[in-house]
């Protein structure tokens, strides 16, 4: 218990930090970021009308400590102030739109290469050397190096443009209605197949890399070689004895993963115009959108160090020798 | 580090990573020797297919995309190196530091370190691109290399906790030799392979994030790299008009780039660490046996 509160303790204290720093960057910056924000919206603005969209903004006068704690204090209570881009729209509800894009892209499309990662991982350390271990091998080298820009604008490329397959763009038909119909789903799934496609090519061979380095180390361990020694059958001993351990590690890169979620697919995103989270982000710094961009950036943070504490959480659980910690 | 080397030598993932590398580093070099044009000027008409005047197209602009490959190839090797070593030298330093030091030291540099870790690194990059406006690629090798050492810090710490119960520190430690000396001179040889592998994979990264930033307009889109020319691309919708030459040629040399680095770094991994290495089946059943005797 112990452990988990140690840890739950710096992962407060470590969201704080990147609170303040989302706090003071834009005030690092050289000129008011108020004045540049609104200046870059084209009109001059009177003097008064200024200090009330301020006002409406969130942005509090007064010493910068002060300014400090109010920001502070309407984070926890999830107020993230107002999007200039989207005015009068709160944060809240345009990353809330774009989360849940993020969310079903992105969340199938880890479990997938997790599941096909991993799968291929064991396979190939156990017949290590074997043409299928090569192939795996060298696939998965070849994936995890080539730029996920790269992997995207090939995908786009080949499918979208060249062959005409399948949409280069949106998350649905944008002529139809938002509505829980056979054909409305159908387009989500046609336009959402081609980015699933590539953030599967950029994922799996992560963790099929993972997992078959983490089979070898364990294939040599005393408690494999006696699997063996026992007579056991050779799926018996792959399947119970080193996956089993090896998954271990992996776990812990599939928190990761889930962590990475709201932003790994930002690149893919942009390049198939997919309204997600990382598209909105992206526009955000376009358009110099402040608030969302630091709305965004601490909910990012917040789900990393959820996924770490769930890490944490998971070791305790999964590693027996751990269980003294609890 | 003999060892490294000679079995790096007959490694073929690490000749074929160290061929790759070797292409695009004489590419980058040699430049002006294999093109006549300037890769900024307008040397001929928008949009113009490759041709034996232009090997490789020209692009919306009418700049020559062979002559912009071949110099983009200088910013993208001098980014993905230069930042490349100052991720490794940070990380490698404070994660020696902390792990020999022991006690507050490490408490501080740890804590840091893992702080670090858990905030994203992507879109903090953005943000902070972002911030600072048109970046040119000496600043993004910086902004990488500062915000980037956490992994390698976090590595080297670990191993270092394990070596300095080794005897030779132990014994150099008796002997009195001073703590700046035992850090370079005994601890950090031993950690060749590991500040190997964080160099490769932080160049790999380096290169990777430069294309990416710059990808998405938050470069200075007057450099000439494969980032910006990507960049360039997709603003002139070169997909959609079919100028395929102007963003498939940068995004193959950034594919080759990238492939010969890992290479190089899971070569690096292989001989580090024995056991990774493919060995036929035999082979296996004798290290199984014998994996009994010592850990290595």
């Known amino acids: ?326 | 580090m003999r060892v490294l080397f000679d079995g790096l030598l007959r490694n073929r993932k690490a000749l074929i990573g160290a061929i790759i590398l070797a292409f695009v580093l004489l590419a980058a070099i040699t430049a002006p020797l294999l093109t006549q044009y300037d890769p900024s000027a307008r040397v001929g008409r928008p949009h113009q297919p490759p041709s034996l005047d232009h090997l490789m197209g020209t692009t919306r602009i009418g700049q020559d995309v062979f002559a912009r490959l071949l110099y983009g190839a200088r910013t993208s090797l001098a980014v993905g190196f230069g930042a490349g070593l100052l991720i490794t030298a940070v990380g490698t330093a404070l994660g020696i530091i902390a792990g020999y030091r022991g006690g507050k030291t490490d408490e501080v540099i740890s804590f840091l370190t893992n702080m670090v870790l858990v905030v994203p690194n992507l879109p903090l990059l953005l943000v902070l691109a972002a911030f600072i406006g048109q970046a040119s690629p000496l600043v993004i090798a910086l902004i990488l290399g500062l915000t980037s050492w956490a992994w390698g810090a976090r590595v080297t710490r670990a191993e270092t906790l394990s070596l300095k119960q080794k005897d030779f520190v132990k014994a150099a430690e008796m002997i009195g030799e001073p703590q700046w000396r035992i850090m370079a001179f005994e601890v950090f040889p031993n950690l060749i392979s590991i500040v190997g592998i964080n160099f490769i994979g932080s160049v790999i990264f380096a290169i990777i994030t430069e294309a990416t930033l710059e990808f998405l307009g938050l470069g200075d889109p007057r450099a000439v790299s494969w980032g910006t020319m990507l960049y360039n691309a997709q603003k002139a919708s070169a997909l959609s008009v079919g100028a395929w030459w102007e963003i498939l040629i940068p995004c193959f040399a950034l594919a080759l780039l990238g492939l010969g680095m890992s290479l190089l770094n899971f070569a690096i991994d292989e001989v580090a660490n024995p056991r990774l290495r493919t060995g036929n089946w035999r082979n296996r059943w004798v290290f199984l046996v014998r994996s009994g005797e010592g850990r290595l």
């Open chain 1, 1 to 326: 218990m112990a452990f988990l509160l140690r840890r739950l303790g710096f992962y407060l204290a470590a969201f704080v930090a990147a609170a303040t720093v989302n706090f003071f960057l834009p005030r690092l910056m050289p000129g008011d970021p108020v004045q540049i924000m609104f200046s870059s919206a084209g009109a001059e603005l009177p003097p008064e009308s200024l200090q009330s969209l301020k006002l409406t903004f969130g942005f509090v006068d007064g010493p910068l400590w002060q300014q400090y704690l109010t920001y502070l204090a309407s984070i926890f209570t999830g107020d993230l102030g107002r999007s200039i881009k989207y005015f009068p729209a709160p944060v809240t509800s345009v990353l809330g739109q774009a989360l849940v894009w993020t969310v079903g892209l992105m969340g199938i499309a880890t479990i997938i290469s997790f599941t096909v990662g991993s799968l291929l991982g064991v396979l190939a350390a156990w017949r290590r050397g074997s043409a299928f271990d090569v192939i795996v091998s060298v696939g998965a080298i070849f994936a995890t190096s080539v730029p996920a820009v790269v992997t995207s604008l090939i995908v786009v490329f080949v499918f979208g443009f060249t062959l005409g397959w399948f949409p280069s763009g949106y998350a649905a038909d944008p002529r139809l209605d938002p509505a829980f119909s056979l054909q409305y789903v159908g387009s989500v799934l046609y336009h959402g197949f081609l980015p699933m496609v590539t953030l599967c090519a950029v994922l799996t061979g992560g963790f099929a890399v993972t997992m078959r380095n983490n089979m070898i180390n364990l294939l040599g361990e005393d408690y494999v070689v006696m699997g063996r020694a026992k007579g056991l059958s050779d799926h018996y001993v792959m399947i119970w004895y080193a996956a089993r351990n090896a998954l271990l590690p992996t776990v812990s890169s599939l928190a990761i993963a889930i962590g990475t979620i709201l932003g790994g697919s930002l690149v893919t995103e942009v390049v198939f115009n997919y309204p997600g989270l990382g598209n909105i982000l992206y526009q955000a710094i376009l358009a110099r959108d402040y608030p969302v961009i630091q709305g965004q950036l601490l909910i990012m943070t917040a789900t990393m160090l959820i996924a770490n504490f769930i890490v944490d959480v998971s070791y305790v659980l999964l590693d027996p020798r751990l269980k003294g910690a609890l």
